[in-house]
């Protein structure tokens, strides 16, 4: 990495950087005054890979629901799901949940300002743990979320590729090393929302930076240049096949996915899976019901095809209408499985692809019913 021009940079952020943050600063709900432990812990969880803008209305309705590591311990993991539904990357939600019950357990329902106590517990990194014990405790933790390294990285003009952990290692000295230790709370947010409001990924307002007098990418004029980052590789497509299986009753099936491990763990979608190489989609249906149910299906109308991205691929879905022949719902690769209707689906926790499929039902006319799609066959006349 290059010659890094400290005293001047810190200079600037006392002189510049606290000032323009003191003036421009958002009014987010957690950051209201005191700041509360439970509060900052459960918004930086939930603003790991999501917008600020998506996570407000999420945040009020969580903080309303669990005000408190007792009360969060004490819910159903499902109502923790369920709350935070759409919001993706559910693992984080699991984590919380298991983190609400180790506080309850073993540090009288509060978080603990020691930074290794914090580090101890389920979903929190070395980023989250710098960023509690910054923003709710005060202590002079340097944070490095992906902003911060955006801003340093252009401040820099640093050649480097940030993907590598020995350049991250050395930005994060780097912070450390420019952190006033007498406001580090305000010098953190100050750098992650300078790189939220000027320094963005696409078109960073240069003009508008209190930086901009020591940054070397904006002098040479290449801002967007920077950071460097290897090129991504392509990412992976699948197709799948999910059953929207009615029974005599005109009620649909939908099952659980495994609450302990995998993606998507604990939520509920309409059962289906991957299609292998040269099936047909009512095939694939039909085996993925056989083995992850052990349900004899007959595969009929599409009802809606989604498609969807994911962090890591994207997907392809296609629903179909069904019925068992035979056989009763068994959780071979699943945790459980209901019957419910179109007017329920609100009951459970689904991802955002089997919403779609939940919207398609619900654009029906009328509510699905097994005739309509599967009529009982006509007798021949004699």
Not at 32 to 48: D, G
Not at 234 to 262: D, S, W, Y
Request: proline share 9%; aromatic share 8%; glycine share 6%.
């Amino acid at each position: 990495m290059c010659a890094v021009p400290i005293q001047p940079l810190r200079a600037a952020v006392r002189r510049k950087l606290l000032p323009w943050f003191a003036a421009n600063a958002r009014d987010l709900p957690w950051r209201t005054a005191p700041r509360r432990p439970y509060a900052v812990w459960i918004s930086e969880i939930m603003l790991q890979q999501t917008r600020v803008d998506t996570v407000i209305p999420y945040f009020r309705r969580f903080l309303a629901r669990f005000p408190d590591p007792a009360a969060l311990a004490a819910a159903p993991l499902q109502d923790v799901l369920k709350l935070w539904e759409n919001l993706g990357y559910y693992s984080r939600a699991r984590q919380i949940h298991k983190a609400a019950q180790i506080l309850v357990r073993d540090h009288g329902g509060k978080l603990p300002a020691d930074p290794a106590a914090l580090a101890e517990l389920p979903g929190l990194g070395p980023y989250t743990v710098a960023a509690i014990a910054s923003f709710a405790f005060g202590l002079p933790l340097a944070v490095l979320d992906g902003n911060v390294i955006r801003v340093f990285a252009r401040l820099l003009a640093l050649p480097d590729d940030i993907g590598l952990p020995a350049t991250k290692k050395k930005l994060q000295r780097l912070a450390d090393d420019l952190l006033p230790r007498d406001e580090p709370a305000k010098a953190n947010e100050a750098w992650m929302e300078l790189g939220a409001l000027v320094c963005t990924p696409r078109a960073p307002r240069c003009p508008a930076c209190p930086l901009r007098g020591v940054c070397r990418a904006a002098k040479s004029k290449t801002p967007a240049a920077f950071p460097k980052k290897k090129k991504k590789m392509k990412v992976p497509h699948k197709v799948v096949g999910a059953a929207v299986i009615l029974n005599a009753r005109n009620q649909i099936l939908i099952a659980q996915r495994n609450p302990e491990k995998g993606m998507l763990a604990g939520l509920w979608e309409f059962p289906g899976g991957k299609i292998a190489e040269g099936e047909t989609m009512p095939a694939c249906i039909a085996r993925e019901l056989k083995e992850e149910m052990g349900l004899d299906i007959e595969v009929g109308a599409h009802l809606v095809t989604v498609h969807h991205a994911y962090s890591h691929f994207t997907i392809e879905l296609h629903a179909h209408f069904a019925r068992i022949r035979s056989g009763r719902p068994r959780h071979l690769e699943c945790a459980g499985h209901a019957w419910t209707t179109r007017n329920r689906f609100d009951e459970f926790p689904f991802s955002k692809a089997d919403h779609e499929i939940i919207r398609a039902l619900r654009a029906l006319p009328a509510p699905p019913r097994l005739r309509d799609y599967f009529p009982a066959p006509k007798l021949a006349r004699s």
